[in-house]
Nanobody, 120 residues
Framework: QVQLVESGGGLAQAGGSLRLSCAAS????????MGWYRQAPGKQRELVAS???????NYVDSVKGRFTISRENAKSTVYLQMNSLKPEDTAVFYC????WGAGGLLRNYWGQGTLVTVSS
């Protein structure tokens, strides 16, 4: 079994910054793509950013130039640095990881979510 534990959410003012972290643990052989999704009240969950094991990144247009995703493979950890936050960034953020686990199974795992609230 694999667990993803997120940290770093909270309250920020518009224009401020927050850094989210997500550490994977458990029966991990290899982690492929890691990413962050968010779900705002009344909206569908959307992919915010993703990063492959080789470091290639992808961002939703609304966060380009403001958010940076990174990872430390040795620590099985992914980060999301969020700068120039806007009230519309308010959402529950979830990390996700595509993991090769024990027994040769490839499966996508989700964290429990961390709330980010941006005040105007």
């Amino acid at each position: 079994q694999v667990q993803l534990v997120e940290s770093g959410g909270g309250l920020a003012q518009a224009g401020g910054s927050l850094r989210l972290s997500c550490a994977a643990s458990g029966s991990i052989i290899r982690i492929n793509t890691m990413g962050w999704y968010r779900q705002a009240p009344g909206k569908q969950r959307e992919l915010v950013a993703s990063i492959t094991s080789g470091g290639s990144t992808n961002y939703v247009d609304s966060v380009k130039g403001r958010f940076t995703i990174s990872r430390e493979n040795a620590k099985s950890t992914v980060y999301l640095q969020m700068n120039s936050l806007k009230p519309e960034d308010t959402a529950v953020f979830y990390c996700t990881a595509e993991v090769w686990g024990a027994g040769g199974l490839l499966r996508n795992y989700w964290g429990q979510g961390t709330l980010v609230t941006v005040s105007s």
